[in-house]
């Protein structure tokens, strides 16, 4: 159980373009997902945190109108990174919360991430 | 403060233990957890620890927490290779927002020697 999809895996796109990720809570529902980036042989960095129907909550230096996040359904989130350019390539990983183990601890549960290359 | 803090690099041998280490600094995380992330993929959880425990034991893997000394630990008992992978350790803080979040340390890369 708890698996979380993303689509695509991998995208290479013009610079100037706008590209939409997509995460999948596949057997649960999924209150709250974030959103994460990591660079090479960094550690991942929170970009924001999404509520079903409320708008998303930005980390410091995130731009919330460069990066849009809509979480419409308790099992998707989407990420459309608008006019994207080359600094924008990165390594970007989704996240889940659904609960692990009999404590009912609610766990982050993490996408397979999308590789995003910005030519 | 927010830093995680770990060691970039780790060899072992196959067959022996590998023991992983953490610091942090802010003592009011509720859980820490241990990640691993294999090459181009996203994070698998291994394990996790309430702050109230010192040890927690799951087949291979044992966790350690001194809360005292905000130092983590995880130990990988007869390391195969498919154990190579990054380990990220994480600490669950409330953000300035009131939301509940991971602060990721640095990562440490485990290669297995044969």
């Known amino acids: 159980g708890a698996v979380v999809s993303q689509h695509p895996s991998r995208v290479i796109c013009k610079s100037g373009t706008s590209v939409k990720i997509e995460c999948r809570s596949l057997?649960?529902?999924?209150?709250?997902m974030f959103w994460y980036r990591q660079f090479p042989k960094q550690s991942l960095m929170l970009m924001a945190t999404?509520?079903?129907?409320?708008?998303?909550?930005?980390e410091q230096g995130v731009e919330k109108d460069k990066f849009l996040i809509n979480h419409a359904s308790l099992t998707l989130s989407t990420l459309t990174v608008t006019s994207a350019h080359p600094e924008d390539s990165s390594f970007y990983i989704c996240?889940?919360?659904?609960?692990?183990?009999?404590?009912?601890?609610?766990?982050?549960?993490f996408g397979p991430g999308t590789r995003l290359l910005v030519l | 403060g927010e830093d995680v803090e770990q060691s970039l690099f780790l060899s072992v041998r196959e067959g022996d233990s590998s023991v992983i280490n953490c610091t942090y600094t802010?003592?009011?995380?509720?859980?820490l957890y241990w990640y691993k992330q294999e090459p181009g993929a996203g994070l698998q959880l291994l394990t996790y620890?309430?702050?109230?425990?010192d040890m927690k034991q799951d087949q291979r893997l044992t966790v350690l927490l001194n809360k005292k000394d905000k130092h983590l630990s995880l130990r990988i008992a007869d390391t195969q290779t498919g154990d190579s992978a990054i380990y990220f350790c994480?600490?669950?803080?409330?953000?300035?927002?009131?939301?509940?979040?991971?602060?990721f340390g640095t990562g440490t890369r485990l290669t297995i020697i044969p």
């Open positions: 996240s889940a919360t659904g609960t692990s183990g009999g404590a009912g601890l609610e766990t982050q549960y």
């Open positions: 802010d003592s009011s995380s509720t859980y």
């Open positions: 620890i309430f702050s109230n425990m």
């Open positions: 994480a600490e669950t803080l409330i953000s300035n927002f009131g939301n509940e979040k991971l602060t």
């Open positions: 999404s509520n079903e129907g409320s708008k998303a909550t930005y």
């Open positions: 057997d649960f529902q999924a209150t709250t």
